[in-house]
C-alpha cells in the first residue's frame, strides 16, 4: 500500500497533471463563456433570421398527459451549436499560438562546417586550403 501511494504521490506532484488540472478549470470557465454567446446572442439572432422561431424549444412530447416524456431536440441543437463554436475557437486560439511561436523560435541556421572541392567534389572542412582527397589547392 506505501508503494501505491508512493506511486501515486509522484503522478499528482507531476507538472503535467498541473497543467491539466489548470486547463480543465478554463475549459469550465470557457464552456460557460461559450454557453452564454450561444444561448444569448447567436440563438436570439438565428430565431431573428427565421421569423422569430425559438430553436430550443422544439421538442417531441412521447405519450400523453402533463407528465409525458419529451424529446428536447433543440436543446441538442444549441450544444451542437455550442460544440461547433468551441471546436471553433480552440482551432483558432491554437493557430495563433503556433503562428507566434514559428516568430518567435525563428529556427536559426548554423553555420556550414563543410564545403565542397570545386576539382574532385569531396566534402571537407571549410577552413581546408588544400583538398585532402585531390590534394588541390584550394581558394581561401
Given amino acids: 500500500m506505501k508503494s501505491f501511494m508512493k ?7 507531476r507538472g503535467s497533471v498541473m497543467d491539466m488540472a489548470v486547463g480543465i478549470i478554463i475549459g469550465g470557465a470557457f464552456t460557460a463563456i ?32 402533463e407528465g409525458a416524456a419529451t424529446l428536447n431536440y433543440g436543446m441538442f441543437i444549441a450544444a451542437v451549436i455550442n460544440f ?19 516568430k518567435l523560435v ?15 567534389k569531396s566534402e571537407i572542412d571549410i577552413a581546408a586550403t588544400r583538398c585532402p582527397h585531390c590534394t588541390s589547392e584550394l581558394d581561401a
Fill in 7 to 13: 506511486e501515486f504521490k509522484e503522478f499528482i506532484s
Fill in 34 to 65: 461559450v454557453n452564454s454567446l450561444v444561448n444569448d446572442l447567436v440563438m436570439p439572432l438565428l430565431s431573428l433570421l427565421t421569423g422569430g422561431f425559438d430553436f430550443t424549444k422544439l421538442t417531441v412530447v412521447l405519450g400523453s398527459g
Fill in 84 to 102: 461547433l463554436l468551441i471546436a471553433l475557437v480552440i482551432f483558432c486560439i491554437i493557430k495563433s499560438i503556433n503562428k507566434m511561436k514559428d
Fill in 106 to 120: 525563428k529556427k536559426e541556421e548554423a553555420d556550414p562546417t563543410t564545403k565542397v572541392c570545386p576539382y574532385c
